[in-house]
């Protein structure tokens, strides 16, 4: 199926239907489960005073008109979490979203400006409860697919094993033979590690631009192979909105689920400390200032409403992916409904 050609020509739409069904009894079989676990759906505005606060997001931005005519400049969330949050200082415990999300400078066969988010939080929880919530929406979305595996461009994935559980370290040791908990404060030794494994390191590169390039290059090709991976324990300094693990303050609850080598979601315990928070806000934000040449407000009332949050966990998964890697779409236009032009 060429891309071509527009989404809404008969013979495109007639291929992508059979996705777009599977895609529909995903949706009820995902949604019917956390219905029955006495979860609330929620439906959090996209507009927001400030679009999320990591460096390497981008918002849409957009400007409300007061009744008198007064510009008030807005964003579209790059995800509902702010908002969720604010629910849970309201007294929500157990809520889940199918979000409609926008990020910019985002466009390719895993990528598209507008898709869907399932985002959920557990109240009083610890993040270890996600893993299961993770496992249990892989194995209904291949049920409802009729797939026996999990496939993207060759790699295969089993969704009704047990998850592997590897931290950051781990990874780093296995995929690219370097120790991580040993270079964390130090960017000048970091680069001698990486550089001596065939890894471009420039000159302006900062501690977390080599972190992201071992990453991308060296181990998440290899994760979610054969069975899924919940890559775990991220160093505190690359998990903004995760509190820090009670054994290592460098080492964060923070988790992605790799499958077939694609990251389809990320999960937090998540830190409710408005202090720190507002430190870790201004640190991205001052990178993204030095790398893009702008950044995006605060959301004060986010921080405010930390002082109520209760302790909580909680994921975001894109389920586009999760759809393209149960029904074997090699491209997430395939998938959704009405692609952006």
């Known amino acids: 199926m060429s891309l071509a050609s527009p989404w809404w020509e008969r013979s495109r739409h007639a291929d992508r239907r059979p996705f777009l069904e599977a895609r529909g009894r995903i949706k009820t079989a995902i949604r019917d489960r956390f219905l029955k676990e006495g979860f609330t759906e929620t439906e959090c505005g996209a507009l927001q005073t ?36 604010k629910l849970l200082a309201a007294g929500e415990e157990k809520i889940f979203e199918f979000a409609r999300t926008y ?42 697919s009729g797939a026996t595996e999990l496939s993207f461009r060759g790699k295969n994935s089993d969704p009704f094993a ?35 494994k065939g890894i471009r390191v420039a000159d302006d590169d900062v501690w977390a631009d080599i972190f992201s390039r071992v990453l991308v290059e060296k181990i998440e090709p290899k994760l979610g192979i054969g069975r899924p991976t919940l890559l775990c324990e991220y160093p505190a300094s690359e998990a903004a909105l995760a509190r820090r693990t009670d054994k290592d303050p460098h080492v964060a609850e923070r988790f992605e689920l790799y499958v077939c080598g694609v990251e389809i979601a990320n999960g937090f315990g998540e830190l409710t400390d408005a202090k720190e928070q507002r430190i870790r806000f201004e640190s991205e ?57």
């Open 285 to 341: 934000m001052a990178e993204k200032q030095r790398v893009y040449g702008e950044f995006y407000p605060i959301d004060e009332d986010f921080l405010s409403a930390l002082a109520y949050m209760p302790a909580a966990s909680g994921c975001a998964l894109g389920f586009d992916r999760l759809v393209m890697l149960a029904t074997g779409a090699d491209h997430i236009e395939k998938v959704i409904w009405t692609p952006v032009p």
């Open 103 to 144: 990020r910019n400078r985002e466009r390719g066969a895993l990528h598209h400006p507008e898709f869907t988010l399932l985002e959920w939080y557990r109240a009083g929880a610890p993040y270890a409860a996600l893993f299961e919530d993770c496992a249990h929406i892989l194995r209904t979305a291949a049920g409802e």
């Open 162 to 196: 047990e998850p592997e559980r590897l931290t950051l370290a781990e990874a780093f040791d296995r995929y690219a033979g370097i120790d991580l908990l040993s270079l964390l404060d130090d960017r000048d030794g970091f680069a001698d590690a990486v550089s001596g």
């Open 50 to 85: 400030s679009p999320g606060n990591e460096a390497h997001l981008h918002a849409f931005a957009t400007e409300l008109l007061e009744p008198d005519g007064t510009p008030r400049p807005l964003y579209l969330h790059t995800s509902p979490e702010f908002a969720a949050k």
